[in-house]
């Protein structure tokens, strides 16, 4: 062990002081780089926001995916339900799960701003729409849809969207694909019109879609997919695979 010592005393001796210099600031850089890294991965962000018009059902998603329950009789909500919690279907699984950070942000237009100091910190968005009443407010949603998807955070930091078509359970419900193709119709329509007047379009960061096409989310810098839930009959597993495709256990 004191050779191989010796010998590297010597080695270094015969080395010419830059090269020591230069190896050392490489280790030094390298030693940094992957300090970073490691706390990067560890501050990846567990928020999960839910979005969308009032009375889609954001709110009895948010006590369903907490405790398994509605919580019928208490669903209005002017103030964000904000909350850290396993999800409820996972309680009786063995091994360290990751809570998840779940905030229903208010769908009343004066209360949206909210939404803007959330999105910097979120993993992903679930916006929902109420499958049952959807025709008369699919112009509604698909204006708050579309500022989502144009703010330069969205778009920049390519944050996945999830369009839950919730209320899938009554039989008068319109399916995700019905859904998806009018929601695309009407953001089109919107694109459309607010290309029209440029400069004035002064309330959203980006444009959508490729100029010259129609509409598609598969268009979108961030990706953008359709499910179903039902938050009244405990049906959410689509929700679930998505916040844990993002927040890893």
Known sequence: MEQLIHRVEEWVRQQPIEQIYVAFAVLIFTISFFGLFRVLRRSKSNTILLAGLSGSGKTVLFYQLRDGSPHLGTVTSMEPNDGTFVLHSELEKNGKLKPVHLIDVPG???LRPKLDELLPHSAGVIFVVDSLDFLPNCRAAAEYLYDILTKAII???RIPMLILCN???KVTAHSKEFIRKQLEKEID???ASRSAISTADIANDFTLGIPGETFAFSQCRNKVTVAESSGLTRE???VEQF???LVKP
Do not use: F, G, M, N
């Open 108 to 110: 009343h237009s004066r």
């Open 155 to 157: 778009v920049k930091r």
């Open 167 to 169: 209320k899938a359970d």
């Open 189 to 191: 329509k919107l694109r």
């Open 236 to 238: 959410v597993s689509q």
């Open 243 to 245: 916040i844990r495709e």
